[in-house]
């Protein structure tokens, strides 16, 4: 259980990204958080693991409060949360299999992972995470060398090495095409579905937030806009969020 | 203002301030032209002129290779008079037909007179040269050089030299010699010094550039703002480490370097005794090893199988649970345990391989080709136990400050609810460190005169520090806001005002104006302070420390963030900056003075300019990276370390290898000039040719550096452009 509490966070330059957001999400929901550019979406689930220290509110996860953990306490913690990102994030000179053995770091013996040395179980680990995701072949390729849905499930890849219990995604196609976005989607779904992974997923759109998420939050500069199910956005609601000007595109 | 005038005043306003501005410009490089002494008249001047063409003409003439010559020399007699008789007959050497042989136009003459010589049958070849001189009794004057026609004839016009008075009567005589390569070609002295030269110059930039490189990668990622940036920790347990650190020194430097001194001497096998004693450093080795699992083995069953698990922080939640504390303090005795043991092996090993060093390069060293690789070797041991205090200093006073301050930190946690204790915490602990400081940098002043401004300068910026804070206590602003605007100018003049008022007031107390006006180094004086002497000087700085850490720290608490990774970066780039600035050619003197002339000197000096320029420049590409690997990393459990190996690494290795490789070009141009201070290398000769006027040879120098230094570019700029 992920418990958000009266969540705020200013940045340095007095904008404030998010005023008071509290939710709870359930173990293994599909929640989706929609909302435009700008909304808030990345720096709160940013905020979950720190990634940006929130100013104001509380972050509970399993009866851990992740907001006042200290610098070793965040390691333990992170290393069960995964994270994909919009421009993936993965190091494009090192290869793939680097690439998704860098998830496993918070685990390895660290005087080990200086000599880029994991453990043939670890390796092993590693190939079959890319070969859930379909990319076994690609392990020692560079990671530039792949397409941009290929490398989204690099970065899955990486977060399963984890382990995670959470996972956090945050805008994971905004950067693919339609078809591929699905591809990947489709993934995430899986391991939601399959694993039981917690997934906080952001996304541009309507659509594609209808078609997987069990759940929907919406952020409109900053605070929360809309909570419940995804049949329940109507057209009313599509315009609070999104602008009256706007216009629901749909992704098939 | 402007815009309360009509538009086309406005226009004319903006016009009179080009033309203001063009004037001033002109006015600017007037005094440029003055100042940078620019005349036509000497270099007009002919003979300036004719010396410059002589110079040039010289150094474009190198004497790279030589050959054997015969040579084939006759002379006449002549009669050096300015009033010849009319019948001039003087005795001429016999004149083998056969032979070569000269004639003379006239046979007497006097200075400036203009004479013109035969030469016939010299033997001809195609390169052959030949030389006229003019023999006085006690000296000869070379004239001119003549050449030789194919029938081995030639004719030459010459003006008698300037003589002088001449004394008594004895012919001058003219000869001529005439030169004919014979054997094979080779290269001069000048050529085969030069190379030599020119290969120590290489291998000094090669060493100034390889000592550099690891220097300035390990300072790069401090110098870089974006990851030294967000690394704050709260200023409690930053104290205290400081507090440690020097007591962690002085024990390292003690009882870690007498560790190593003994893995050092148990290499030195010259009787039996030692081999008794090397069989003790290894069973000592071995307890060490042996205690250290045995250690970590007691950690992992008291924290269980997975020592970090992540159910162990369930409490975090909550509140502490007392019955905790036991088992912490064990669990934390247990770190130190092994951390020690874990320092104790390092040097250990260290002193070891200092030890073995030494040892396996005196043995190498007779042997035919390993006679340098047993040197370096040697000398690279001897290093080792030269700085193994200073390792053992290091090692212990940062495992000391890191420990101390990692256990101290749930401890001011504990105050962060009790606001008087934390801020007197916060006084008690600050005023020690800044007391520490400003005393250490007092004695230190001692050394020179100028150095007597650190105390006030460091007073200072402790006081642009407490200005702000006592404004934000007064006017708090939102506290996850930076100030801006109106608020941001204000911080910014009060902290300028706060750090003048403290420097002028600390500046007249330390009576700083001894050393910067009358150029003397501080009192010595001492006073009685708890019945230990201390030097007053260092006393009053004391004093001031104490005064301004108590404020400092009380305003701020032991629970503020204290931005540790931006004060480091500060100070890296403070020091990577005056280092840079100040030119490898002065170092290079005050190196020559340290370790004396030679290329030593010379490769320090580049070294040490390459450590700043290099680490400023990689630092900067450490800057440039793309963002999202480390956010990546870091969200997956890693920790700093890691990240910097697994995020930052992989993006900076090409343009690392770039710059070095750059970096190396520049050294190979410097130490080319490091020379002339008596750094070694090429320039050294090319500055003794040159000061001896002898600018053929320099001409080989010249031209040996246009070679390598253009070869080394394309070459740089090659693997530069492949890498990138």
């Known amino acids: 259980m992920l418990k958000i509490e009266n969540l705020s966070k200013v940045y340095p330059n007095g904008f404030q990204a998010l005023y008071d957001v509290s939710f709870e999400v359930p173990d293994g929901q599909f929640l989706v958080i929609i909302g435009l550019s700008g909304s808030g979406k990345s720096t709160l689930l940013r905020c979950i693991n720190r990634l940006i220290e929130p100013s104001e509110g509380r972050v509970i996860w399993n009866g851990i409060d992740i907001t006042r ?68 072949e690609k392990a020692f390729n560079r990671a530039d060398a792949l397409s941009g849905g290929q490398q989204q499930r690099v970065g899955i ?52 937030a209808r078609t997987y998420a069990d759940r929907i939050i919406a952020l409109k500069d900053g605070r929360m806009e809309f909570d419940g199910d995804p049949h329940e956005i109507d057209e009313k609601r599509f315009k609070d969020i999104y602008g009256e000007d706007a216009k629901e595109v749909h992704i098939s | 203002m402007f815009g309360d005038r009509p538009p086309s005043s406005m226009a004319a306003a903006r016009s009179l301030l080009i033309v203001a501005a063009v004037l001033v410009g002109i006015f600017i490089y007037a005094w440029a032209f003055d100042i940078t002494d620019i005349s036509l008249e000497k270099p007009q001047d002919p003979e300036r002129r004719s010396q410059l063409s002589r110079a040039l003409r010289e150094l474009f003439s190198p004497n790279i290779f030589e050959q054997d010559t015969d040579s084939e020399m006759v002379s006449v007699n002549f009669m050096a008079t300015n009033n010849c008789p009319e019948d001039v007959d003087i005795e001429q050497p016999a004149r083998d037909e056969n032979g070569p042989y000269i004639v003379l136009s006239e046979e007497c003459g006097f200075s400036d007179d203009v004479l013109v010589i035969e030469g016939f049958n010299f033997e001809f070849h195609p390169r052959n040269s030949g030389i006229i001189r003019w023999r006085l009794p006690n000296n000869t004057i070379p004239i001119t050089r003549f050449e030789l026609d194919s029938d081995g004839h030639f004719r030459q016009e010459i ?59 390990a300072l790069s990622f401090l110098a870089a703002h974006n990851l030294m940036r967000q690394l ?73 199988m997975d020592p970090q698990d992540l159910k162990s922080l369930t409490r975090k939640d909550g509140q502490n649970n007392s019955s905790d504390i036991i088992p912490a303090i064990f669990k934390a005795s247990l770190r130190i345990a092994s951390g020690i043991v874990a320092l104790v ?43 193994i205090k200073i390792i053992g200093g290091l090692l212990g006073a940062f495992y000391l400050a890191s420990m101390t301050s990692t256990l101290s930190a749930p401890l001011f946690k504990l105050t962060r609810d009790a606001t008087i204790v934390e801020h007197t915490l916060g006084a008690i602990l600050s005023a020690t460190v800044t007391g520490m400081i400003l005393y250490g940098l007092a004695e230190f002043s001692h050394q020179a005169a100028l150095l007597i ?84 000087y260092s006393y009053r700085a004391l004093l001031i420390g104490l005064g301004l850490g108590a404020i400092m720290g009380g305003l701020s608490g032991v629970n503020s963030s204290f931005p540790f990774g931006l004060v480091v970066y500060n100070t890296t780039r403070t020091i990577l900056n005056t280092m840079r600035s100040i030119e490898p050619l002065i170092m290079g003197i005050v190196f020559v003075i340290w370790v004396g002339i030679g290329p030593f000197a010379g490769m320090l000096a580049l070294a040490l300019h390459s450590i700043a320029s290099l680490g400023k420049l990689y630092s900067e590409q450490v800057e440039n990276i793309d963002q999202g690997p480390i956010e990546a990393v870091l969200a997956t459990g890693a920790n700093r370390l890691q990240m910097i190996v697994y995020a930052v690494v992989p993006q900076i290795v090409p343009p690392y290898i770039a710059f070095t490789m750059y970096r190396w070009d520049i050294n190979v141009r410097m130490s080319t000039i490091i020379g002339f201070v008596g750094g070694g290398g090429i320039g050294f000769l090319l500055s003794q040719q040159i000061n001896q006027l002898r600018y053929q040879e320099a001409g080989v120098a010249v031209l040996a550096i246009a070679i390598v230094v253009t070869v080394l570019d394309y070459t740089s700029a090659y693997i530069r452009e492949k890498m990138i």
């Open chain 1, 69 to 136: 953990a200290n610098d070793e306490e965040l390691r333990l913690i992170r290393r069960k949360i995964g994270m994909v990102f919009q421009q993936f994030n993965l190091v494009k000179r090192s290869n793939v299999i680097t690439n998704v053995l860098s998830g496993r770091l918070g685990y390895v013996n660290p005087a080990w992972s200086f000599f880029n040395y994991f453990s043939p179980a670890d390796r092993a680990k590693a190939l079959e995470k890319l070969q859930r995701v379909g990319i076994k």
């Open chain 1, 157 to 208: 890849a990486r977060a399963l090495m984890q382990e995670p219990e959470l996972m956090l995604a945050d805008e994971p196609v905004a950067s693919l095409d339609p078809a591929t976005s699905h591809s990947v989607m489709d993934y995430l779904q899986a391991l939601n579905k399959e694993d039981g992974i917690t997934v906080l997923c952001s996304l541009h759109f309507l659509s594609l």
């Open chain 2, 159 to 217: 003006t008698i030299p300037r003589l002088g008075r001449v004394s008594g009567d004895d012919p001058h005589q003219i000869e001529a010699e005439s030169f004919i390569p014979t054997g094979g070609i080779r290269f001069t002295n000048t050529s085969k010094t030069v190379f030599e030269k020119m290969v120590e110059t290489i291998f000094l930039a090669l060493m100034a550039t390889t000592l550099a490189l690891p220097i300035a990668f």
């Open chain 2, 232 to 304: 704050t920790m709260p200023l409690g347990p930053v104290l205290v480490g400081f507090i440690f650190f020097p007591i962690g020194w002085w024990v390292g430097a003690t009882l870690l370097a007498m560790v190593g001194q003994f893995g050092a001497d148990s290499w030195e096998t010259t009787d039996d005794w030692d081999t008794v004693q090397a069989l003790l450093s290894i069973l000592f080795g071995a307890g060490v090893v042996g205690a250290f699992a045995g250690l970590r083995m007691l950690r992992n069953m008291v924290e269980g």
């Open chain 2, 345 to 387: 092996f390092v040097m250990l090993v260290v002193g070891i391989i200092g030890g073995l060093a030494v040892w396996l390069g005196s043995e190498v060293q007779g042997l035919l080709f390993f006679n340098d690789l047993g040197n370096m070797v040697a000398t690279l041991g001897e290093l080792v136990e030269l700085i």
């Open chain 2, 453 to 536: 401004l650190l105390v006030p300068l460091a007073a200072a910026f402790i006081g642009s520090q407490i200005s702000p804070m006592i404004y934000k206590l007064i006017f708090p602003g939102d506290k996850y806001v930076k100030a801006q605007g109106a608020r941001k100018w204000t911080l910014i003049a009060l902290s300028l005002v706060g750090a003048i008022i403290i420097f002028v007031i600390v500046f007249v107390a330390m009576n700083a104006a001894r050393g910067v006006v009358d150029g003397r180094r501080p009192l010595t004086e001492e006073v009685d302070v708890l019945s230990a002497g201390i030097k007053v």
